[in-house]
Nanobody, 115 residues
Framework: QVQLVESGGGQVQAGGSLGLSCVQS????????MAWYRQAPGKQRELVAS???????NYVDSVKGRFTISRDNARNTLYLQMNSLKTEDTAVYYC?????????WGQGTQVTVSS
């Protein structure tokens, strides 16, 4: 059974930085296109950034130039470096495959950005 464990969230002031990590176990990590998603209160979950098995990245417009997604296949770990954070980045952040079928969702990690 695949497990996804996200970590690294916290509370920061606007303009600050956070780095998230996601460790996958139970499946071959290196072959999957992976992504970070986020869900703010009262909103649907949205895709924030994705990375292919070969390292090609893509970002939603609202985070371009501020967030960087990366992966370490040897460690089965996905990363998201978030800089110049804004209050609208406040959400629970999750990792998962970039395409269906998704793995079971992890618990996520809370990111709170205060003004």
């Amino acid at each position: 059974q695949v497990q996804l464990v996200e970590s690294g969230g916290g509370q920061v002031q606007a303009g600050g930085s956070l780095g998230l990590s996601c460790v996958q176990s139970g499946s071959i990590f290196s072959i999957n296109a992976m992504a970070w998603y986020r869900q703010a209160p009262g909103k649907q979950r949205e895709l924030v950034a994705s990375i292919t098995s070969g390292g090609t990245t893509n970002y939603v417009d609202s985070v371009k130039g501020r967030f960087t997604i990366s992966r370490d296949n040897a460690r089965n770990t996905l990363y998201l470096q978030m800089n110049s954070l804004k209050t609208e980045d406040t959400a629970v952040y999750y990792c998962n495959r970039n395409n269906r079928p998704y793995y079971g969702w992890g618990q996520g990690t809370q990111v709170t950005v205060s003004s």
